[in-house]
């Protein structure tokens, strides 16, 4: 078994920093760590590629201390230049294949898939697992392509690489997700715009736990 094989994909956060408000960023990533995510991803659409950087580096070095694996959205030089563990595209990024070279065969790749094509070509490209969405309607991203459970199924059962579920997800219908067999959730704003970020990150933990052993 290799290192990615054992990655946890339970509690995937994605970064928003317009959704923490008042708190600090980087106190509320270590925060929601602490309350059980498991791997984290850095989307940083707004900011300049500087201050990409510098933010990727200090969440690095977060991600490093508490051992949880570090992605970065979309900007495979980023993850390049901090060392992250992987990168995740979108359909419209950098095609998979010239990512995989790019980055050499021991990083992790994501892609966003909402149909079995896209989903089972991302894998025979060479993705490690994928980010299946949006499952109910978000906020955090722009006309992103609804998936219903149903549909989220059958690509979790056409592709033999993980599938996380994204799209709206939070404590009322995490457990309705977890049963189509993925084998985690991203969530953006159900963890970091909570005020207990912490509190926030544990419950969607329990319950995503939870409607593992019912299955």
Same mark, same amino acid.
């Given at each position: 078994?290799?290192?990615?094989?054992?990655?946890?994909?339970?509690?995937?956060?994605?970064?928003?920093?317009?959704?923490?408000?008042?708190?600090?960023?980087?106190?509320?990533?270590?925060?929601?760590?602490?309350?059980?995510?498991?791997?984290?991803?850095?989307?940083?659409?707004?900011?300049?590629?500087?201050?990409?950087?510098?933010?990727?580096?200090?969440?690095?070095?977060?991600?490093?201390?508490?051992?949880?694996?570090?992605?970065?959205?979309?900007?495979?030089?980023?993850?390049?230049?901090?060392?992250?563990?992987?990168?995740?595209?979108?359909?419209?990024?950098?095609?998979?294949?010239?990512?995989? !070279?790019?980055?050499?065969?021991?990083?992790?790749?994501? $892609?966003?898939?909402?149909? /079995?094509?896209? *989903? %089972?070509? =991302?894998? +025979?490209?060479?993705?490690?697992?994928?980010?299946?969405?949006?499952?109910?309607?978000?906020?955090?991203?722009?006309?992103?392509?609804?998936?219903?459970?149903?549909?989220?199924?059958?690509?979790?059962?056409?592709?033999?690489?993980?599938?996380?579920?994204?799209?709206?997800?939070?404590? !009322?219908?995490?457990?309705?997700?977890?049963?189509?067999? $993925?084998?985690?959730?991203? /969530?953006?704003? *159900? %963890?970091? =715009?909570? +005020?207990?970020?912490?509190?926030?990150?544990?419950?969607?933990?329990?319950?995503?736990?939870?409607?593992?052993?019912?299955?």
């Amino acid at each position: 078994m290799n290192e990615k094989d054992k990655l946890d994909y339970r509690l995937y956060l994605v970064t928003d920093r317009s959704l923490v408000g008042s708190k600090d960023f980087y106190q509320s990533i270590e925060e929601a760590i602490l309350g059980g995510v498991t791997l984290l991803q850095l989307r940083e659409k707004t900011l300049s590629s500087r201050e990409f950087y510098n933010t990727a580096k200090k969440v690095r070095e977060i991600t490093k201390i508490h051992s949880v694996p570090f992605i970065i959205n979309d900007r495979l030089d980023i993850a390049l230049a901090v060392n992250a563990d992987g990168l995740h595209i979108g359909q419209e990024d950098l095609p998979v294949e010239t990512a995989r !070279k790019l980055l050499g065969p021991n990083k992790l790749i994501g $892609v966003s898939a909402s149909t /079995i094509d896209e *989903a %089972i070509s =991302a894998e +025979k490209g060479g993705a490690d697992y994928l980010g299946v969405g949006a499952i109910f309607p978000t906020g955090t991203k722009d006309n992103a392509k609804s998936v219903d459970i149903e549909q989220l199924r059958k690509i979790k059962q056409a592709v033999s690489i993980p599938v996380v579920a994204i799209g709206g997800i939070n404590e !009322k219908n995490v457990q309705i997700v977890m049963h189509a067999d $993925v084998d985690g959730v991203s /969530i953006v704003s *159900a %963890i970091l =715009a909570k +005020k207990d970020v912490k509190q926030a990150a544990n419950k969607l933990l329990g319950l995503v736990e939870e409607s593992r052993k019912i299955k």
